[in-house]
């Protein structure tokens, strides 16, 4: 059985709550520097990399630089920060729900990812919350998509990581959303809805499949009313990607704000906050795995299309919405 190469700790430290950005050199290969392989390896290009090797920004595993004609060594490690583009900074804050030495529960903003990805990286919970709390080891139990708001589980101790991330896992967690859509008396609710979700990797929308074996299992509610919108209990057994979203709008109840369902809207300025999406993480429930306590934590945002309903109820569903 082949045994898994442990990782060295990381020699640089965290650059505005970012990892440094590790490489292991092949066990197998033709390069006769390390030079050579992070050349051929990386899109950055060769003069990116004679750059930052003359600098000594690419580290070795003893924190040494490394130098342009280091021989390779295969299965060896190095490190570097990326040099990131500017971001559009989210402005509004990540309260704080509940913190002790093992976890911390955030209660998320609309706009903001809650872990580095794509053009996201340090406008992220997890970048904010390193920084502010001081927490270099804090890492995601699960993750929340960037225009949802409400709680998200974050880890204090990496070796405890995984306990919490089996959480959610095996269904241990019960989670609650809340959601403001049109209301259709037409419409029966509450109701269960099942189907098959699938979700391709470049593509913004998810798919229902018709007549597959459902992956994806939604309980939706009416819990209140205003003029033409209504506010919903989401309870999702599942966890597909934008499954709340994809089956409110099989439904036909789009969730207010979304930019991708029913139509995929046209891009607008990274920085138009102004119409989030009406979807909001509100409770999470679940038994401690380190400390056996059992917690209920409940988000203290109010969606803004309940709170001005008539502005909302004006414009829609077919309100300006965002990109994903």
Do not use: C
Not at 24 to 45: C, F, I, K, N, Y
Not at 104 to 125: M, Q
């Amino acid at each position: 059985m082949r045994r898994k190469r442990r990782i060295p700790p990381s020699p640089l430290p965290q650059r505005d709550g970012i990892d440094a950005f590790r490489v292991m050199l092949p066990l197998d290969g033709a390069w006769s520097t390390v030079r050579e392989h992070l050349v051929e390896r990386l899109a950055a290009g060769p003069a990116v990399i004679d750059a930052m090797l003359r600098e000594g920004r690419i580290v070795g595993a003893d924190g040494a630089a490394v130098t342009a004609d280091a021989p390779y060594a295969p299965g060896s490690w190095v490190w570097f920060h990326r040099d990131l583009a500017p971001e559009v900074p989210v402005p509004f804050p990540i309260a704080i729900v509940y913190r002790d030495e093992h976890i911390v529960v955030a209660d998320k903003p609309h706009f903001l990812a809650t872990t580095p990805r794509g053009s996201h990286v340090t406008e992220t919970a997890l970048a904010r919350l390193r920084r502010e709390l001081d927490l270099p080891a804090l890492g995601p139990a699960h993750r929340l998509d960037r225009l949802t708001a409400g709680l998200v589980l974050f880890v204090v101790r990496s070796e405890e990581r995984g306990a919490y991330q089996t959480l959610f896992g095996d269904k241990l967690v019960r989670k609650e959303y809340e959601a403001v859509a049109a209301h259709d008396p037409g419409i029966a609710l509450p109701r269960t809805v099942r189907s098959r979700i699938e979700k391709e990797r470049g593509v913004l929308a998810a798919r229902e499949v018709p007549g597959a074996e459902p992956n994806a299992e939604s309980r939706i509610e009416l819990v209140g009313q205003r003029g033409g919108l209504g506010r919903y209990r989401l309870l999702p057994h599942t966890g597909r990607t934008h499954q709340l979203r994809v089956h409110m709008n099989a439904l036909g109840l789009p969730i207010l704000g979304d930019p991708i369902y029913p139509v995929i809207a046209d891009e607008v300025a990274p920085d138009d906050f102004r119409r989030p999406l009406q979807l909001l993480a509100r409770t999470l429930e679940f038994r401690d795995p380190v400390t056996g306590r059992e917690h209920r934590f409940e988000s203290g945002r109010m969606l803004e299309a309940w709170s001005a309903y008539e502005e909302w109820a004006s414009d829609g569903p077919t309100a300006p919405a965002h990109p994903s």
